[in-house]
């Protein structure tokens, strides 16, 4: 039974019931039948011979055998014979001693037995509706036969189109929801399908959270593969200066000079290196912001007096034009960093006598700080990597000015930290940045 599907299953056990239920039905009642049959046809007798019982009361033999050819007469569908007690013949209807058919015996008086021929008893009658009953049965067959086949197909049908969607399931390929039905087995199809369903949007969240963790895991190769690079030749190079001063070489003699260039390597090392643990602080979420309502133009007006007397060297000239009843929800010592960094990047980028312009821009729920540093364009290969560690768009003088490249990497993971969407884009007269912030 195992190598069967369940439609042979249910079809074999709707045919084997119905087969069952008839047989027991015939064993049954096949012998309260032939009772029956006796008793109906005795008194079906009883009351056509009545006549001819009674009219033999107290007759003589004569008598008895005119009164009995005259009944026959009359109800010549019957052939009997009337027996004394010992079997001996009185009379009897023509045709009586050919017939091989049962015959009944009656009790007559004066000690007379009547003797019936053609009369079927319930076990004939038995044999004949066997007949009928096998013709029946095939017939009630070919019909249970069609019954099986239609109500196992209906109770198939849903379950054998669960289990090819369950397979199409198990392969993970897309399987619309179908319509198994209104019963258990619709719940349970149904049910199936909101659990596939589920499972795909886990494995979908699994495989971007894996692709998330193998770009982290590119990242941090490449960062510290860089870190490692801009470390390596200021250290190699304030190495060369102490041994050269240990051995007192040549220009290596004056002690005070290669000490101060050792102390302002080892400064901007020590720089370097606390911004590669801000990063990884910021990377692995070790720090949060302290979100707070902050006055957007009291912080830059505070940022603003070291940037002066840094644009002045240069002759270029700030302007700042931010509205005074601006807020926003930001950390107040990251925004500012932030703020302090993206301008940092805009002095020095900016050639000399160029203009730095602030302001803020309102919208209806929603406003803009813009930063614009005029005079400079970011071709578009390079737009992409301005916020990649220790990038710099002019290697060689970026480097000497002591700037580790780190400084717009900051920004950015402070910004998606705080949730402040930023953009940098070329216009007409130099490089926009732009941060949005909820009114």
């Not at 080892?266 to 302290?290: G, W, Y």
């Not at 006598?353 to 209806?364: C, D, G, L, P």
Request: net charge negative.
């Amino acid at each position: 039974m195992r190598k069967f599907g369940i439609f042979r299953k249910i079809f074999l056990y709707t045919l084997l019931f119905l087969i069952l239920v008839v047989g027991i039905t015939a064993a049954l009642f096949s012998q309260q039948f032939v009772s029956f049959y006796d008793a109906s046809q005795l008194q079906q007798l009883n009351s056509v011979f009545q006549p001819l019982t009674h009219s033999l009361a107290n007759k003589d033999i004569d008598e008895i055998i005119e009164i009995a050819a005259n009944f026959h007469a009359q109800n010549q569908s019957f052939m009997f014979s009337i027996e004394t007690a010992d079997e001996e013949i009185i009379y009897k209807t023509p045709g009586m001693e050919k017939s091989t058919q049962q015959t009944l015996l009656m009790a007559l008086p004066q000690n007379l037995t009547l003797r019936v021929v053609g009369i079927q008893t319930g076990t004939d009658t038995v044999k004949a509706l066997m007949q009928k009953i096998i013709v029946a049965l095939v017939i009630l067959l070919i019909v249970g036969v069609v019954g099986a086949v239609l109500f196992a197909r209906g109770i198939t049908k849903p379950i054998r189109k669960l289990a090819e969607d369950t397979r199409k399931m198990a392969a993970l390929e897309d399987v619309a929801l179908s319509s198994y039905g209104k019963d258990e087995i619709g719940q349970l199809g149904g049910d199936v399908h909101s659990m596939y369903e589920k499972i795909k949007q886990t494995i979908t969240a699994l495989e971007k959270e894996i692709e998330r963790e193998r770009e982290m895991e590119e990242n941090q190769r490449y960062f510290f593969s860089a870190a490692s690079h801009e470390l390596k030749t200021p250290i190699a190079a304030a190495s060369v200066m102490i041994e050269g001063m240990l051995a007192d070489i040549g220009d290596y003699k004056n002690h005070n000079k290669y000490l101060n260039e050792c102390l302002k390597t080892l400064k901007a090392q020590n720089r370097i290196i606390t911004e590669i643990i801000d990063i990884v602080h910021l990377s692995d979420d070790r720090i949060c912001p302290a979100l707070e309502k902050i006055n957007l133009s009291d912080l830059i007006n505070s940022i603003m007096p070291e940037f002066f007397t840094l644009a002045e060297s240069k002759e270029q000239n700030i302007t700042v034009s931010i509205a005074d009843n601006l807020y926003c929800r930001a950390d107040k010592n990251w925004l500012g960093r932030v703020i302090s960094n993206v301008l940092m990047n805009a002095v020095q980028n900016s050639p000399e006598r160029e203009n730095i312009r602030i302001w803020s821009k309102e919208n209806k729920d929603t406003f803009a700080l813009c930063i614009l540093n005029t005079g400079i364009f970011i071709d578009k290969e390079i737009m992409g990597k301005l916020f990649e560690p220790f990038f710099r768009v002019d290697k060689a003088r970026s480097s000497g000015s002591g700037r580790s490249g780190l400084g717009l990497t900051i920004v950015k993971k402070m910004l998606d930290a705080m949730d402040i969407p930023f953009s940098v884009d070329n216009t007409d007269e130099g490089v926009l940045f732009k941060m949005e912030f909820q009114g």
